[in-house]
Every structure is written in structure tokens, then in C-alpha cells.
């Protein structure tokens, strides 16, 4: 108490202006609506500026809450997406297509490798979450892989950045089908390859999935055409196809469960048995 009685003392002057301006200052704002009007202004733009920045502070840190939801009405949408009801005018569908269930789970990259010539994933979904071999996980963007292995916790993903890694694909322009393959070299290119020479395919088309597989549904990105030329027979085209994905930095995923792919399959092998 001493020691704020001797701060008083030693600075009265410049206590006593204070107190005298800060009287005057507060008559000349009550007597001027000139003066109260900048008065109010300047208080809002201060009071506005601190509510401003401790918004943003809290949308900073509400961003994971934020990305949930995000990937929630993601996995919604695509579930719609991949269960369209058959339209009315059948002739114009893949009725074969039209008829399959899709059912979309999300998940989380834990591991991601691209630098090797057999490239896999690890996500933070398995068995527990009934997720089996075979089913297809895609990005935002588009492809990723196949489900290699699972635990009851965990799944590999057989990446397209992977050697052994084959899958059906198309020219969107022109329903051309040929495999999807990877040579060993870039993260950012593969190669579509068994194109028909008569394709009429140019830079820059659209690369996505044929559908001819119980894996992914038809019309997944892949990528663009970045150049093509024939291969040696002169039959086909050798296609680069530039990745929608930056297969190095990959985060949430969606894994493809098509619910009709066991009678598919069973189908399928009675036919060729």
C-alpha cells in the first residue's frame, strides 16, 4: 500500500493531467456528435479487429473438428453417388453397373510409401470394421489402390504406384478400356496400356475407371493423357497418364465395399467353368 502512496506522490503532475484529459476528452465527446460518431467508429474498428482475430484463433483450432465433417459429407455424397437409382431410360446406362450396391467407408493413411518399385499403404481400418481384400480405395481426387491384407485394426493397400498393381480403365472421350500400370519411375505418372490404335485420343484427355471389374464403379478419376505412342506391335497405344493424385502425400481415404461383388465373382467362375 506504501509503495502505491509514493507512486501517487511522486507522479501527481502527471496523474493530474491525466485525470483533467481524460475529463476533457470525455465532455468533448459528449457535447460534439461530430467527435462521439469518430469516437463509436474507432471503438467498433478496435473491438471489431480483436473479435476478428480471436475468430479466426478459434476457426484455426476447430480445423480438425471441421475436416471430420468435411470427410463425413464426403463419404455421404459418394455413397449417393455410387448408388444412383436406374433412371428411366435404360438404353443409356450400363444396366450391369446401374445394379450394383456400393456401400463407402473412410479411413486414415497411418503409412504411405511411392519411392520403391512395390509400393503400399497402411490405413487405420480392418476386419473389425468389416473391411476385406479386393475392396477399392480411392481419394477425393481419385484412385489409390486395392486392399492387399488386413487385421482386425489395420489394412494394407496394394498402391497403383506398385508394380503388380493392374486395373481397368478407360478414355472417358471415347470408352476406350485398356490396364492401368506403373513402370517403376515416376509417383506422378502411370501408364495405360492395351489402348486400340484407333482410339482417337489426344493430351489432355481424361483417364478414369472402366467398370469392367467387382472393384470400383465406372467413372473414378485417374488422370490426364500427358503423352501416348504405339508399342512395338503397332496395335496399341502406350499411354502417360498424369495422376490426379499426389501419391506422396496422401491423408483420408474411402474404401469401395461393392455389396453384389460375391455373386459377381460366382457368377463369373461358373462361366468359365
Given amino acids: ?21 481524460t475529463i476533457s476528452l470525455t465532455l468533448t465527446i459528449q457535447s460534439h456528435s461530430y467527435h462521439r460518431s469518430k469516437f463509436i467508429n474507432s471503438a467498433n474498428a478496435l473491438t471489431g479487429g480483436v473479435y476478428g482475430t480471436f475468430n479466426s484463433i478459434g476457426k484455426y483450432f476447430s480445423l480438425k473438428d471441421q475436416n471430420k465433417i468435411l470427410v463425413e459429407e464426403n463419404k455421404r455424397l459418394r455413397n449417393e453417388l455410387f448408388n444412383l437409382n436406374k433412371p428411366a431410360n435404360t438404353s443409356q446406362l450400363d444396366t450391369t453397373q446401374s445394379r450394383r450396391n456400393y456401400k463407402v467407408t473412410t479411413a486414415e493413411v497411418y503409412k504411405n510409401s511411392y519411392s520403391s518399385t512395390n509400393n503400399y499403404l497402411t490405413i487405420n481400418k480392418g476386419e473389425n470394421d468389416s473391411i476385406k481384400e479386393d475392396f477399392g480405395v480411392i481419394s477425393s481426387k481419385g484412385i489409390i489402390g486395392i486392399i492387399d491384407n488386413t487385421s482386425n485394426n489395420y489394412s494394407t493397400v496394394l498402391s497403383i504406384l506398385n508394380t503388380n498393381s493392374k486395373i481397368n480403365a478407360k478414355v472417358k472421350a471415347t470408352n476406350h478400356l485398356g490396364s492401368l500400370e506403373w513402370d517403376g519411375k515416376s509417383p506422378y505418372f502411370t501408364q495405360l496400356v492395351d489402348v486400340s490404335k484407333f482410339a482417337p485420343i ?51 481415404v474411402y474404401i469401395i465395399n461393392n455389396l453384389d461383388k460375391e455373386e459377381i465373382i460366382n457368377l463369373e467362375s461358373s462361366v468359365d467353368d
Avoid at 509514493?6 to 493531467?17: A, H, M, S, Y
Avoid at 484427355?205 to 500427358?226: H, L, N, R, V
Avoid at 496399341?236 to 490426379?244: A, P
Wanted: charge should be negative.
Fill in 1 to 21: 500500500m506504501q509503495q502505491i502512496i509514493n507512486f501517487v506522490i511522486r507522479n501527481k503532475t502527471f496523474l493530474l493531467f491525466l485525470l483533467l484529459f
Fill in 202 to 252: 489426344k493430351v489432355g484427355d481424361t483417364i478414369e475407371t472402366g467398370g469392367q471389374s467387382a472393384i470400383f464403379p465406372k467413372g473414378i478419376g485417374i488422370g490426364t493423357i500427358e503423352k501416348f505412342e504405339t508399342d512395338i506391335s503397332g496395335d496399341t497405344y502406350n499411354i502417360e497418364v498424369k495422376l490426379f493424385n499426389d501419391m506422396t502425400n496422401i491423408g483420408t
